[in-house]
Structures are given as C-alpha cells and as structure tokens.
C-alpha cells in the first residue's frame, strides 16, 4: 500500500513538472524559415533538459528518497533490516545526487568551453 501511495506521489510530481514548462518552446528555432535551427541551439536544448531534470526531477526524487528512507529507519522498531534498509535508500539518494550532479558540472563545463551561455 506504501509502495503504490510513493509511486503515485512520484508520478504525481513528474506530471505537475511537466507541466509547469509546457507553454514554452525549449529553443527559439524552426518555428518559420527564418529561424533555422544551428548547432548553438542543439547546445541550448541540452543545457535546457539537464537544468530541467536536476531542478524538477533529480531533487525532488531525492528528497522523497530521503524521507522514505527516514521513515523506514524511524518505524524499524529494532529491527536490524527494517533500519539497514533504510540508511540503503538514503545512501542510494545520496549517491544517485551526485552522479546527477557530476553530469550537470561535465555539460556546464563543456557548454561554457565551446561559448554557449549557461546558467548559473
């Protein structure tokens, strides 16, 4: 029952994600033929996505992580598993953080290298 009220709580926040940005176009090109599209764009669109995803997605399932991770140490009740699971959970979040964080540095690094602006 807990597994299914996580999911949905996931599903739930990546939806509402969505569709805070879905009005707006993620690079100004292509829409008449006077914009064409460059390989500047292409570099945008994918300093865009890696935003997106760290901002909207990555910490947000980080922390419900966390705090499920918490929650399951809290109600081990002594149980040795129950708590060992739960620091699992915790450090899984913390290390799938800082992948997500070391590949957002190599794009910004990259991006800055070959002169595309990047958010700070």
Not at 5 to 10: D, E, H, P, R, V
Request: some cysteine; hydrophobic content about 55%.
């Amino acid at each position: 029952m807990a597994k299914r009220i996580f999911q949905a709580a996931l599903l739930s926040l990546a939806l509402f994600a969505f569709a805070l940005n879905s009005y707006a176009a993620l690079v100004e090109c292509g829409n008449s033929p006077d914009k064409q599209c460059t390989w500047q764009n292409l570099e945008e669109l994918v300093q865009k996505v890696f935003d997106f995803a760290l901002t909207y997605i990555a910490i947000p399932i980080a922390v419900l992580m966390v705090v499920w991770g918490g929650i399951q140490m809290a109600i081990s009740a002594g149980d040795e598993g129950k708590f060992k699971r739960g620091r699992q959970i915790i450090t899984a979040a913390a290390i799938g953080l800082l992948i997500v964080f070391g590949a957002w540095l190599i794009v910004n690094t990259v991006l800055k290298f070959v002169g595309i602006p990047t958010s700070q």
